[in-house]
């Protein structure tokens, strides 16, 4: 089993930043992808961002140019970094680490960002 904590969120105003942090623990698997998704209200849960262990990284085209994901590998921590926020980006995020060898999903909690004037 793997453990997914997040922390940060909260609130910032348009055209702000936000950073969250995600730490996992457990029997994580050697080769993952480790990211980021987020769900509105009212709407369906979408990838944000992932990258794996080696570096390849996927952005969604909302924030494309304006989020960046770095990852630190040896402490089994990924970030997002949120700048330019746009009151659309109001959601909860989850931190999310797939297992590509047993196709299995692990899921955080989830915390909240909200950008609002």
């Known amino acids: 089993q793997v453990q997914l904590v997040e922390f940060g969120g909260g609130l910032a105003q348009p055209g702000g930043s936000l950073t969250l942090s995600c730490e996992a623990s457990?029997?994580?698997?050697?080769?993952?992808?480790m990211g980021w998704y987020r769900q509105a209200p009212g709407k369906e849960r979408e990838l944000v961002a992932t990258?794996?262990?080696?570096?390849?990284?996927k952005y969604a085209d909302s924030v494309e140019g304006r989020f960046t994901i770095p990852r630190d590998t040896p402490k089994n921590t990924v970030y997002l970094q949120m700048n330019s926020l746009e009151p659309e980006d109001t959601a909860v995020y989850y931190c999310?680490?797939?297992?590509?060898?047993?196709?299995?999903?692990?899921w955080g909690r989830g915390t909240q960002a909200t950008v609002s004037s």
């Open positions: 999310n680490l797939k297992d590509t060898v047993h196709r299995t999903d692990y």
């Open positions: 457990g029997n994580i698997p050697s080769n993952n992808f």
């Open positions: 990258r794996t262990t080696a570096g390849w990284i």
